[in-house]
Nanobody, 122 residues
Framework: VQLQASGGGLVQAGDSLRLSCEAS????????MAWFRQVPGKEREFVAA????????YVANSVKGRFAISRDTARNTVYLQMNAMKTDDTALYYC????????????????WGQGTQVTVSS
């Protein structure tokens, strides 16, 4: 599967933004999907993940209550809804896929999108 992330941009603290990640191919429904983020000089950080059938999801404590992950199988797309954004959310956001259950570390994901930049100003 190939992944194409989009939706990043420049927002102000407190604003909302929705990222999208469109997957190519007919096997999207067999992949667990996730979002990670990375700032220069730091390791890629887990943000959220959702199971292949959408029945289970997990969100990192750092964004819990503000971010939500969802998927639309008909559109081969996974979303990351980001609300009440903070300057600490500034990062390059990546979507990822794996053909097994949800995982929380970047080493467990097989496929990666190109990343979309999110910048939150104060």
């Amino acid at each position: 599967v190939q992944l194409q992330a989009s939706g990043g941009g420049l927002v102000q603290a407190g604003d909302s933004l929705r990222l999208s990640c469109e997957a190519s191919g007919r096997t999207f429904s067999t992949y667990a999907m996730a979002w990670f983020r990375q700032v220069p000089g730091k390791e890629r950080e887990f943000v959220a993940a959702i199971s292949s059938n959408g029945g289970s999801s997990y969100v990192a404590n750092s964004v819990k209550g503000r971010f939500a992950i969802s998927r639309d199988t008909a559109r081969n797309t996974v979303y990351l809804q980001m609300n009440a954004m903070k300057t600490d959310d500034t990062a390059l956001y990546y979507c990822a896929a794996r053909r097994r259950g949800i995982a929380l570390t970047n080493r467990e994901y097989d496929e990666w999108g190109q990343g979309t930049q999110v910048t939150v100003s104060s």
